[in-house]
């Protein structure tokens, strides 16, 4: 059995950008995680240690967010992809990348990428 636990709107600054001012300035990301995990065990024990420690890994993906500057928000997603899926209880992560400052020359609310991995 598969359920999904939901992260949304997690905010991080950084200084990811193809332009230069993006890698001097910085922006806000911000970052939506879905996770598939069993939750049944959890449910039944009602202990942490049977599920995924959401706190902790927030705090992981926000520091991957802000850590080593990348041009692509491609390479970004992959590299938090990368961070859910070492928790061993995720069966698979969708990650959204939301960039709602990007250097476009329109109004536009946001700029969003998703991707999905799963574990081998």
């Known amino acids: 059995m598969t359920d999904e636990l939901a992260i949304t709107g997690i905010e991080c600054y950084a200084y990811h950008g193809v ?13 939506d995680l879905v996770l598939a995990v069993d939750t049944a065990p959890a449910a ?5 240690r049977d ?4 706190g902790s890994l927030v705090a992981k993906v926000k520091a991957s967010v802000e850590r080593d500057p990348v041009d ?4 970004l997603a992959q590299r ?11 069966e698979w ?5 939301h960039k709602p400052d990007a250097p476009i020359d329109a109004t536009f609310s946001d700029v969003a990428l998703t991707i999905r991995r799963q574990n081998s």
């Open 51 to 54: 599920t995924v420690d959401y």
């Open 19 to 31: 332009f230069e001012f993006e890698r001097r300035e910085g922006q806000i990301f911000v970052i």
């Open 80 to 90: 938090i992809a990368d961070v859910c899926l070492l928790e061993r209880r995720v």
């Open 44 to 48: 039944a024990s009602d202990d942490l």
């Open 93 to 97: 992560v969708r990650v959204t990348v």
């Open 72 to 75: 692509l928000i491609e390479t």
